[in-house]
């Protein structure tokens, strides 16, 4: 990533990266006030459901709904692996097809998400996903 950079240096360049967070935050604070959690919570280590579908949501409508944000990126925002990333959002799709009430949640969060983005003079993906019920 960083040529010609010893691991401790590429490390400690990776620990100070900031990542462009505007539209991410926006999406992330949608996340958070439909879910009922801190931004603390949303990016803290725990596994519990509520924080991991909060999260999952977030993962989706970033990575595919609305924007095509790497998982990586992702990642560096929530404090996740990519990997976690991409088992998220597939975890997701999953969802969607199955279950109607994370299904209804998500397009109630996706639709909070676009108005908040807009007010805010974001623009997304106009031929994003639609998720009928």
Same mark, same amino acid.
């Given at each position: 990533?960083?040529?010609?950079?010893?691991?401790?240096?590429?490390?400690?360049? +990776?620990?100070?990266?900031?990542?462009?967070?505007?539209?991410?935050?926006?999406?992330?604070?949608?996340?958070?006030?439909?879910?009922?959690?801190?931004?603390?919570?949303?990016?803290?280590?725990?596994?519990?459901?509520?924080?991991?579908?909060?999260?999952?949501?977030?993962?989706?409508?970033?990575?595919?709904?609305?924007?095509?944000?790497?998982?990586? +990126?992702?990642?560096?925002?929530?404090? +996740?692996?990519?990997?976690?990333?991409?088992?998220?959002?597939?975890?997701?799709?999953?969802?969607?097809?199955?279950?109607?009430?994370? +299904?209804?949640?998500?397009?109630?969060?996706?639709?909070?998400?676009?108005?908040?983005?807009?007010?805010?003079?974001?623009?997304?993906?106009?031929?994003?996903?639609?998720?009928?019920?």
């Amino acid at each position: 990533m960083f040529a010609g950079l010893d691991r401790l240096g590429q490390r400690m360049i +990776r620990a100070h990266i900031e990542v462009d967070r505007d539209e991410m935050h926006i999406i992330a604070d949608v996340c958070c006030n439909e879910y009922d959690i801190s931004p603390l919570q949303f990016r803290g280590s725990s596994r519990e459901a509520i924080l991991a579908d909060a999260r999952k949501t977030f993962y989706y409508l970033c990575r595919k709904d609305l924007y095509t944000i790497t998982c990586k +990126r992702l990642g560096m925002y929530t404090g +996740r692996t990519h990997s976690s990333v991409v088992h998220a959002v597939k975890q997701t799709q999953s969802l969607l097809e199955v279950d109607l009430d994370f +299904r209804v949640k998500h397009n109630k969060i996706r639709d909070k998400a676009k108005e908040a983005l807009s007010r805010n003079g974001y623009a997304y993906q106009s031929g994003s996903l639609t998720i009928n019920l």
